[in-house]
C-alpha cells in the first residue's frame, strides 16, 4: 500500500522569502507524484508531476520540485513567494494500483 | 473550454437524511473520480469511473454511499442514510485518458455538505 506525508501542517513565511514544503512517500518502487494547490472555496489545481525522467521538476506559478529516490522525498520549492500564494498544498502519489492517495496537506500563510 | 462542473455547492441536511450531489467532467474526459474531504485532511478518494464502469470503489462505504456515471458523462454521488461523519466537501474530479496513473486530474469546486 501507499502512502503520503506531509509533516508540516502550517508553515509561514514572508513575502519574498524562498519555501519548501516536504512530502515523503511510503511506495515499493517509483510511484507518480503530484502537487496540488487549493485556494479557500476552490477546488484542487496541479502544480507540477513527476513520473520518469529529470529529477527536478518544473511547474506553473514558479513552483518546482525535487524528486530525490534516496529519501523516498518530493518536497515543492518556490525561491520567491507572493502573498497570493497562500493557500493549501496537497502533495498525492500514485502506484500500481493507479488509486491516488492524497496527504493531508500543508497550510501556507504569507506575511507581507 | 469549461471545467468540472458541481452542484449544489453546499448543502444542509439532518441526519438519516438523503442527499445526492451531481458532477459534469470536462468533455471527452474518460475517468471520473469523486473525492470525499474532511475538514483537516486531504482528499480521500472514494470512486473512480472509466467511462461509465467503475475502476476502483474500495474506499466507498457501500451501505450508505452509492455512485453512478450515465452513459459515461456525468455522476451523481448518493448518501442515504447521511451521519454527522458525513460532514465534509465531496470533490469531483476528472481525467482525459483512461487511468493510467500519471494523467493530470481537473477538480471542480465541490461541494460542501454539513450534517446537522
Known amino acids: 500500500a501507499q502512502s503520503v506525508t506531509q509533516p508540516d501542517i502550517h508553515i509561514t513565511v514572508s513575502e519574498g522569502a524562498s519555501l519548501e514544503l516536504r512530502c515523503n512517500y511510503s511506495?515499493?518502487?517509483?510511484?507518480?507524484l503530484f502537487w496540488y494547490v487549493q485556494s479557500p472555496g476552490q477546488g484542487l489545481q496541479l502544480l507540477l508531476k513527476y513520473f520518469s525522467g529529470d529529477t527536478l521538476v518544473q511547474g506553473i506559478k514558479g513552483f518546482e520540485a525535487e524528486f530525490k529516490r534516496s529519501q523516498s522525498s518530493f518536497n515543492l520549492r518556490k525561491p520567491s513567494v507572493h502573498w497570493s500564494d497562500a493557500a493549501e498544498y496537497f502533495c498525492?502519489?500514485?502506484?500500481?494500483?493507479?488509486?491516488?492517495?492524497f496527504g493531508r496537506g500543508t497550510s501556507l500563510i504569507v506575511h507581507p | 473550454e469549461a471545467g468540472v462542473a458541481q452542484s449544489p455547492r453546499y448543502k444542509i441536511i439532518e441526519k438519516r437524511q438523503s442527499v445526492a450531489f451531481w458532477c459534469n467532467p470536462i468533455?471527452?474526459?474518460?475517468?471520473l473520480y469523486w473525492y470525499q474531504q474532511i475538514l483537516g485532511q486531504g482528499p480521500k478518494l472514494l470512486i473512480q469511473?472509466?467511462?461509465?464502469?467503475?475502476?476502483?470503489d474500495s474506499q466507498l462505504p457501500k451501505d450508505r454511499f452509492s455512485a453512478e456515471r450515465l452513459k459515461g458523462v456525468d455522476s451523481t454521488l448518493k448518501i442515504q442514510p447521511a451521519k454527522l461523519e458525513d460532514s465534509a466537501v465531496y470533490l469531483c474530479a476528472s481525467s482525459l485518458v483512461p487511468s493510467g496513473g500519471s494523467d493530470t486530474q481537473y477538480f471542480g469546486p465541490g461541494t460542501r455538505l454539513t450534517v446537522l
Open positions: 468533455s471527452g474526459h474518460a475517468t
Open positions: 511506495y515499493g518502487a517509483t510511484p507518480y
Open positions: 498525492a502519489v500514485v502506484g500500481g494500483s493507479y488509486i491516488p492517495t
Open positions: 469511473f472509466q467511462n461509465n464502469g467503475v475502476v476502483d
